[in-house]
């Protein structure tokens, strides 16, 4: 990535031209820092001395990351519930089962449920990840209620005293105010047995500012508690990260680069940011 390299060379190498701040502040913008974001480096990288560039970028794009905590809930004793959301086509069902496969090999025991209720296929695709990760798939019938799925699954989850429950749910833009309030009443049965941990929203990263926008209008309707950034094996370009904690104040908890259950790790900010600053 080393999306600063650049800057950095031009400002040790000497004269930097307005041709050249230019084309920094473009190559920022491009990797989906944003316009604004990337302005404020310039500025920054204008003001001080050349022997401090780094440290003071450096400074800056960490002060940008959540200061929330990256950890995912877990609670020794009960189950830990854990909401997938976000819009249409982002990667819930897919980083459901992925993050499941991510627990079990932490020694989790871990309980799926289908709450997305709207195609036949959507159960389906979660109850053939249920087969290929040896996990029960808790699923009502298509065009069911998804709020009873969630009912059934966390009895089943307390029942069988498993670690997590992962619940998927169905893709739903912010604008869809009956879905919202779907999500809101998903959330209310299960509350009314036992905690939601964590609402995972996941966004797309080849979507760039778009998924950004997206996700900040997503959140004010529901209380989310960290994000899974999607298909970074993909055309999405290395700032996204960057950008999103710092317009949503929400961590990064876990990152898709692929389509299989393996494809997929916790958020390492720290290897993240020496990777963009490292010259
Ligand atoms: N390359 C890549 N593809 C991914 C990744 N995550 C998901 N996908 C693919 O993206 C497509 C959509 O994934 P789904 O998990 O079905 O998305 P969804 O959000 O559940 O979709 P809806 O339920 O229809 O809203 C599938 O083809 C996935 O294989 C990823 O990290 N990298
Ligand atoms: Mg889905």
């Known amino acids: 990535m080393a999306l600063f390299s650049k800057l950095f060379s031009k400002i040790r190498g000497g004269a930097t031209s307005s041709a050249d701040w230019d084309e920094i502040e473009r190559s920022l913008i491009e990797s989906d820092l944003g316009a604004t974001n990337s302005a404020e480096i310039i500025s920054l990288a204008k003001k001080v001395r050349a022997e401090d560039i780094e440290s003071s970028v450096t400074a800056a794009l960490t002060n940008w990351l959540s200061t929330k905590s990256r950890a995912l809930s877990g609670n020794p004793g009960r189950v830990?519930?854990?909401?997938?959301?976000?819009?249409?086509?982002?990667?819930?069902?897919?980083?459901?089962?992925?993050?499941?496969?991510?627990?079990?090999?932490?020694?989790?025991?871990?309980?799926?449920?289908?709450?997305?209720?709207?195609?036949?296929?959507?159960?389906?695709?979660?109850?053939?990840?249920?087969?290929?990760?040896?996990?029960?798939?808790?699923?009502?019938?298509?065009?069911?209620?998804?709020?009873?799925?969630?009912?059934?699954?966390?009895?089943?989850?307390?029942?069988?005293?498993?670690?997590?429950?992962?619940?998927?749910?169905?893709?739903?833009?912010?604008?869809?105010?009956?879905?919202?309030?779907?999500?809101?009443?998903?959330?209310?049965?299960?509350?009314?047995?036992s905690p939601v941990d964590e609402v995972l929203l996941v966004v797309d990263a080849t979507t760039g500012q778009n998924g950004i926008a997206q996700a900040k209008t997503f959140i004010e309707s529901v209380a989310v508690t960290g994000l899974i950034l999607t298909k970074m094996d993909g055309s999405a370009k290395g700032g996204i990260a960057l950008a999103i904690e710092r317009e949503t104040g929400l961590p990064v908890k876990f990152v898709g680069t692929g389509e299989s259950a393996g494809d997929f790790a916790p958020f390492d900010s720290a290897s993240y940011l020496s990777g963009l600053l490292q010259a």
């Open 80 to 193: 830990t519930t854990v909401l997938v959301v976000g819009v249409n086509g982002t990667g819930k069902t897919t980083s459901s089962a992925k993050l499941v496969s991510y627990l079990i090999s932490n020694d989790k025991s871990v309980l799926l449920a289908a709450a997305d209720t709207f195609r036949a296929a959507a159960i389906d695709q979660l109850q053939t990840w249920g087969e290929r990760l040896n996990v029960p798939v808790i699923a009502g019938k298509a065009d069911g209620d998804p709020a009873s799925v969630a009912f059934d699954a966390i009895a089943a989850a307390q029942k069988t005293n498993v670690d997590y429950l992962v619940v998927d749910t169905a893709g739903r833009l912010h604008t869809k105010s009956g879905l919202m309030d779907e999500l809101g009443k998903i959330r209310r049965v299960i509350e009314k047995v």
